[in-house]
């Protein structure tokens, strides 16, 4: 809530002051109002409008990664921490920030209401005409002019002169709905009463109104007169809130002034793009503010600074690379393979030296055969690369690698590597909830760290801190291969608290550690706690934040009661052998329906990988596939045999049908 508080206010203070540098002293009173009344509301709404063009990011967590069909081998997955579900720790208190909103929310309608009600007696006390669509009210031993509406207010003691002219002007004030504005702006500030420019915007909307009705009646009178006629009031006045007063002493020289300006050239509209490139700027911060907690969690290490070489760099440079693409083609494979044999130091003659050199001066490069080549030249500049840059590389290329775990040149950063969560055979398991299913065992796990949280966090920190409202603390931590929870980083606003969430981490019990191709490896998490502050009422204490999953929207597969499935699959099966007949089913599928002859057509040799993402409907029907491969007609091939696949039984939530969203790598092997 205070971010976005401090974003309207951002956003409102850059319109204005676009509006007072370049806009406020041109002629274009109408132009000038639309500005005002749209820079206004836009602050309101930019913050919940996000531009996925401006944040690409897929979640990964929200796919479920089907396993590749081999017409051939393996494929690189990213590594992505698995989050938990937000833990939330309250205490209670009478006093808070939102009491405080509320009550001045409460103050300022208060005023406006008894603003309101002193206006209805002036119109009830008062004798009152109907003139043409308005009615005029004559407000007797006053000398006042305003309107309201269609309520026009005029003192009995203006004579017929003064009259005539007031009464032209706060007729503009009514055809042109001024009320209207200066009412919008009197709501924003019972909302946002403690926004000082709140009431800067409804002092330049009031200003506009009264230059706007000036210049419609000098049109067809005297501007001498006229400025006489404001003159002759000005020591006479009266002022009352969220009407159109004619007679307001601190307008009046400012719209003499206005009145006297020329007209503003029509090239000066051009001013108003300025408001193009501001939206674009507020929506690429709005787009790009948020950010994946994992990634931002803890401070930098000395011995993690140290590592950070310049061939490190180029070597995570690469795998970014890989990651973003999900697939590679022949020539970038054929570049892996060539480091894989430059890092063994297998073969490593005449020959490999030339391969290594035709590729880095090779012309036609994708963005992949470029970080390889770059690697290379790295690794040539240095002459020999250190211990970390070795373990980086090593990282990077058992994945790439046939058979990488199995593969004793990689024996010695198995307990290093952190294995994604998309790919690991058997998942980190919480003491007690070995005899599960695997869906059941996440469930598990996920309750027993809140419970652990809930019960061993030191809630008294919100007292002897003095903290209000939400802290959300950030915690990633490692399952190491011995089960231990190890490499406890946090963040949050306050260092206390990034203490106390290491501390009650670091107790959490030993783990049975995770496993991948029969080798046991470290299983990186992420973990929001949210820690509730002395100001929040009626809630209950040691209270679990579930994430709530919207219905008829894609569903990860974290929040599924039952994962789709071929109506062959037996509706009996666990959830986990429920995916396994899918995922056979589809291998199967997709291995029979394949056009292998497209290979000899298109003159393809190798490895060619194609990345398959479709969803499968509430009504268990395939949706939405694309394709992504090195040649077009790869690409056409996978969406055609995808779409032949049968109707399913949709996936389920609460009973409820809901969207899955699949993503299926295809090796096709020449």
């Known amino acids: 809530m205070l971010h976005y508080i401090i974003q309207v206010v951002a956003f409102q203070l850059f319109f204005l002051i676009i509006y007072d540098l370049f806009l406020k002293k041109e002629t274009f009173f109408n132009w000038n109002r639309a500005y005002l009344l749209i820079t206004a509301i836009m602050p309101l709404i930019l913050p919940f409008i996000k531009v996925p063009s401006f944040k690409n990011i897929l979640s990964q967590d929200y796919i479920i990664n089907l396993p590749e069909i081999f017409i051939g081998s393996a494929s690189q997955h990213p590594v992505n921490p698995i989050p938990l579900e937000g833990i939330i720790l309250k205490q209670q208190s009478f006093w808070s920030w939102e009491l405080l909103f509320y009550l001045g929310t409460g103050i300022a309608t208060c005023i406006f209401i008894f603003k309101l009600i002193k206006l209805l007696k002036l119109l009830f006390k008062n004798p009152k005409c109907k003139y043409g669509n308005v009615f005029i009210v004559s407000v007797l031993k006053s000398d006042m002019a305003f309107s309201f509406f269609n309520y026009i207010f005029l003192g009995a003691l203006l004579n017929k002169t003064n009259r005539d002219t007031v009464l032209k002007h706060e007729m503009v004030h009514v055809k042109q709905k001024h009320t209207l504005d200066l009412l919008f702006f009197e709501l924003l500030r019972i909302a946002f009463w403690f926004n000082p420019l709140t009431y800067i915007y409804q002092n330049r909307i009031m200003s506009l109104h009264e230059y706007i009705a000036d210049a ?3 049109k067809n009178q005297n501007k001498n007169q006229y400025y006489q006629n404001l003159l002759s009031q000005v020591f006479d006045t009266k002022n009352i809130s969220f009407i159109n007063p004619f007679f307001k002493q601190s307008l009046i020289k400012k719209r003499i002034i206005m009145l006297q300006k020329s007209k503003s050239k029509q090239v000066k509209l051009f001013k108003y793009a300025l408001l193009i490139p501001m939206l674009i700027a507020m929506l690429v911060y709005t787009s790009c503010m948020e950010t994946n907690p994992a990634t931002t969690i803890g401070n930098t290490s000395n011995e993690e600074i140290q590592q950070k070489t310049p061939l490190i760099t180029k070597v995570k ?8 693409q999900g697939d590679v083609n022949e020539a970038e494979e054929r570049g892996l393979k060539l480091l894989l044999d430059a890092v063994k130091g297998e073969g490593f003659n005449q020959a490999l030296v030339k391969d290594i050199q035709d590729y880095t001066t090779k012309g036609s ?3 992949l055969t470029k970080k390889i080549a770059e690697v290379f030249k790295q690794i040539q500049v240095q002459g020999d690369i250190n211990e970390n840059e070795d373990l980086e590389i090593k990282k990077l290329l058992v994945f790439t690698s046939d058979n990488g775990f199995e593969d004793p040149f990689f024996a ?8 994604p969560f998309g ?7 919480f003491p007690g909830c070995e005899d599960l299913t695997v869906e059941e065992q996440k469930k598990c796990m996920s309750k027993n760290i809140a419970m652990h949280i809930n019960k061993n966090f030191n809630t008294k920190l919100a007292d002897s801190l003095n903290l209000k409202g939400k802290q959300r603390i950030n915690v990633i931590f490692k399952i190491s291969v011995d089960g231990d ?3 406890v980083r946090s963040r949050s ?3 206390e608290l990034e203490k106390e969430a290491i501390r009650v981490v670091k107790t959490l019990p030993r783990f049975k550690p995770g496993e991948h191709k029969g080798k046991q490896v470290n299983v990186p998490y992420s973990l929001p706690i949210i820690f509730q502050g002395s100001d929040v009422q009626n809630k209950k204490e040691d209270t679990v934040l579930l994430n709530e999953v919207p219905l008829n929207k894609d569903v990860a597969i974290a929040h599924l009661d039952e994962v789709p499935n071929f109506e062959s699959c037996d509706n009996a099966l666990s959830n986990e052998e429920k995916k396994a007949c899918l995922d056979k089913g589809i291998t199967t599928h997709v291995s029979k329906h394949f056009n292998t002859k497209l290979a000899h057509k298109l003159g393809l040799n190798g490895k060619q990988r194609i990345h398959v993402i479709f969803k499968i409907d509430e009504h268990g ?8 491969a090195a040649h077009p007609e790869l690409e056409a091939e996978a969406i055609r045999v995808v779409k032949l696949l049968p109707k399913m039984i949709p996936g389920k939530v609460d009973g409820k049908q809901v969207v899955v969203p699949y993503s299926l790598p295809i090796i096709f092997q020449v």
């Open 216 to 218: 419609q009646v000098v």
């Open 317 to 324: 440079a690469l795998k970014h690379q890989i990651e973003i």
């Open 365 to 367: 490069q994708t963005d």
């Open 412 to 419: 010695d950063i198995i307990k290093h590597l952190d294995v």
């Open 423 to 429: 790919i690991i055979d058997q998942v980190p398991v």
């Open 485 to 487: 929870v190890v490499g």
């Open 493 to 495: 606003e306050h260092p």
């Open 621 to 628: 029907r395939v949706i939405d596939i694309r394709s992504r």
